[in-house]
């Protein structure tokens, strides 16, 4: 990224690790990184040549069968297999998952039909594709009536749609605020385009990393008093795994 002039931030429970602990939330399973659109339309196509070939970059261009509207970069030979993908013949390493962030209206109206109208097509489209078995009780019954409802539109369709919705605004050069769409807690995460203008580096795990400058604001709008620890119970991974295995 650094070769190439590319910029991203830490985000989710990996900034909040980076700001809390340091590194890693003791109880996090994986790393979370966010692009503007167009960093991450060039950040996939530079790592077509230049990631290493210890790891895999994942997107529905490079594995048939992932659909997320997110890349994740992969390590080879090892398995982290989550229950709601087990049923995918895909990559199942270990992670980075990589969000791309997008335009949005200024007009809190727009925004809020915008992102009605991307929910219509991914309510769909992860109804469709992440494993039913994976569930139970009532959101397995929920998973059959959307499948239902949504039987006359291909996966394919929905994913395509879904990002059509999402990318409309990015090259409007008067948006003032972005959104993380595809991220698990999308409508917390609407900001100002300023957050991927105003960065400095903070330590996670070692390393220097890239944050906002305006992480607090961040944090605070998601987890509230961030820098207090959530009681015990509450302190667990929120990837449910068929297989782990970390090879040599």
Known sequence: ?????????????????????????????????????????????????????????????????????????????????????????????????????DKIPNSKLLAKLLYIQFRFYRIGLMGKYLNIDARDGLRKLLAYIVRIVYAPFSIQFLRKQAEKCITKFDNNKKCKKVQCFVGPDAHKEIFSISIFENLERHEFEGHMLLVPIEYDKILKSKYGDYMKLPPKESRKTRHNLDEFSIRN
């Open 1 to 101: 990224m650094q070769k190439n002039g590319i910029n991203y931030v830490l985000s989710g429970g990996t900034l909040l690790g980076a700001i809390r602990h340091g590194g890693f939330i003791p109880w996090d399973d994986d790393i979370d990184v966010n692009m503007m659109r167009d960093d991450f339309n060039r950040f996939r196509k530079i790592c077509k040549t230049e990631l290493s070939n210890k790891y895999f970059y994942q997107s529905h261009n490079t594995d048939v069968d992932y659909q997320y509207l997110f890349d994740k970069i992969r390590i080879r030979n090892t398995i982290f297999k989550e229950t709601y993908l087990s049923n995918h013949n895909i990559n199942h390493g270990l992670y980075i998952d990589i969000f791309p962030v």
